[in-house]
């Protein structure tokens, strides 16, 4: 089964710019073709989509997304959040960690992937928290969480102050994982308020 | 050939030869503590003051058991009890201690540097028995001493260190003390544990613990000091034995006729299992027997021998 995507505006940015037609075969780009170029017709086996006057980009990807699951699905749930993101052209998600009970250990981590996985839709790459509960005071298992599936750490909504801020990217560099930074000083902001 | 420093403070300080005359007088010595009466008179009237300002059990025996094995007179002091929790300063403390008399000092301090300055103010010998982060020359001695008596020679053996390197001592004496007697030496920590610039002391820093341990000759382990996980340098004893602690399965990567090593005090079950602590490898019990041997090559180096000839 081939598929044809016709007249979008193919944009891949530093790539791809223009009117282009994609011929897909299977899970494969077989071809980007120019607008001269001949296309395959009247095949059998061919699905043509007519995407004149639409944009047709790679997966996108949304780094920063709360689903909220577990503990706020009364906010969103993870196959509410993946549906959206799938609609709106984002083919993955980073789930931030800030969730109830908070995403610090790979209980979490497995839970989330799974909820992901059975929704179906946009893909989850789950963030685990920095620090136990985002409370800034230890670290959490990071290298357990990371061999669960998630690809970052991050506190949500709260600044990694010192010290963690010079051993939690320290301990995350051993381990080859992003951190995230929440990039506020507590203690500054709250000066200017006096 | 003769020794001839007043202090031993350092391994920086000692040059290879020194270094190989400190074990080869330890070999000798080994066998006084396995006689019946495990006494010689080499030190006799001879006084060591045994100063140790922070917690100790196996440096302050051993360097006691030492003492009394060469028939010196030894007396231990510490920090509570002592005029220092009365206010006075390590200085006047120290030219009191020497106003007595002593020939040798065996310092124990807080503050890295502190045997230096009390060896540059006193006319007796200072032995180091650790001084903060920055060394604990004893304890290295010892080591060199185990592997060389295992292995035959240190030159060309890969020695692998796994643990705390940032807050440890020994593991700043043993990488200058190893790598200057032609070992090879590879580090590995979470690198919240690895200070930056550690490879100038002539260490590689390992991506991972099976890299660090791979065909390892000597594998040391270092003690993880429980009460820094508040430092936030590693999130729980459980990830950090996942990543870096030593089980059999990762001493299957070593040499295969490796010697496993620890310093001592071990948290069994985190940095390293029972069943390789308690192994056929592991020649932890052996470090300490040697521990006593080479604190009394120490005494005779700096006290005794032919710098001191006994008139007796």
Do not use: W
């Not at chain 1, 381990?175 to 507590?186: G, K, M, N, Y």
């Not at chain 2, 006799?44 to 094995?69: D, M, Y």
């Not at chain 2, 602590?277 to 021998?305: E, H």
């Amino acid at each position: 089964m081939r598929t044809l995507i016709k007249g979008a505006r193919v944009l891949d940015p530093g790539n791809v710019d223009g009117y282009k037609s994609i011929l897909i075969n299977g899970q494969t780009i077989e071809a980007v073709l120019d607008p001269a170029d001949v296309m395959p017709e009247n095949e059998t086996d061919l699905k043509v989509i007519d995407a004149e006057g639409l944009l047709v980009v790679p997966g996108l990807m949304d780094i920063h997304v709360h689903l909220r699951e577990p503990g706020h699905e009364y906010k969103e749930t993870i196959a509410t959040g993946a549906a959206a993101a799938a609609r709106g052209g984002f083919t993955a998600v980073c789930a931030m960690p800030n969730t109830l009970p908070v995403n610090d250990n790979s209980q979490v981590t497995a839970f989330i992937l799974g909820k992901a996985k059975a929704a179906s839709r946009a893909r989850a790459y789950p963030v685990g928290a920095v620090t136990k509960g985002s409370a800034g005071t230890q670290l959490s298992e990071i290298q357990d969480m990371q061999q669960a599936g998630i690809k970052a750490v991050f506190d949500d909504g709260r600044p990694v102050e010192t010290p963690r801020s010079c051993a939690a990217p320290e301990y995350c560099r051993g381990l080859s994982i992003p951190v995230f930074v929440h990039a506020e000083d507590l203690s500054r902001e709250r000066r200017c308020h006096e | 050939m003769r020794f001839t420093k007043k202090d031993i403070l350092d391994i920086h300080s000692l040059d290879p030869a020194e270094i190989t005359l400190i074990l080869d007088t330890a070999m000798g010595m080994k066998e006084i503590s396995q006689r019946p009466v495990k006494k010689v008179p080499t030190l006799r009237g001879k006084t060591i003051v045994l100063f140790f300002q922070e917690p100790s059990t196996r440096t302050k025996l051993s360097f006691e058991i030492a003492a009394k094995r060469l028939s010196a007179d030894s007396v231990a002091i510490a920090k509570s009890g002592s005029s220092m929790a009365k206010g006075e300063t390590l200085m006047d403390t120290v030219k009191n201690l020497e106003a007595m008399k002593p020939d040798v000092i065996v310092m124990r301090h807080a503050s890295s540097g502190a045997a230096y300055l009390v060896a540059n103010r006193v006319n007796c010998s200072v032995i180091n028995a650790g001084d903060g982060i920055h060394a604990h020359p004893s304890q290295a001695l010892l080591d060199m001493m185990s592997v060389r008596e295992k292995k035959g020679c240190i030159k060309g053996l890969k020695l692998a260190m796994i643990g705390d390197i940032s807050h440890s001592r020994v593991a700043r004496s043993d990488i200058i003390g190893f790598s200057k007697m032609g070992a090879r030496v590879s580090v590995c920590a979470p690198l919240t544990m690895i200070p930056a610039g550690i490879e100038a002391l002539g260490c590689t820093v390992a991506p991972s613990m099976e890299a660090c341990v791979a065909d390892a000759d000597v594998i040391m382990m270092l003690r993880i000091q429980k009460e820094r996980m508040t430092d936030v340098l590693f999130p729980s004893e459980r990830e950090y034995a996942g990543c870096f602690g030593l089980n059999s399965q990762r001493v299957a990567l070593a040499h295969r006729d490796v010697t496993i090593m620890h310093p001592g005090p071990m948290n069994r079950g985190v940095e390293i299992s029972s069943d390789v602590a308690d192994g056929k490898y592991s020649m932890i019990l052996d470090q300490v027997t040697n521990g006593v041997a080479l604190r009394m090559a120490l005494y005779y180096l700096v006290a005794g021998g032919s710098r001191h000839a006994d008139t007796d």
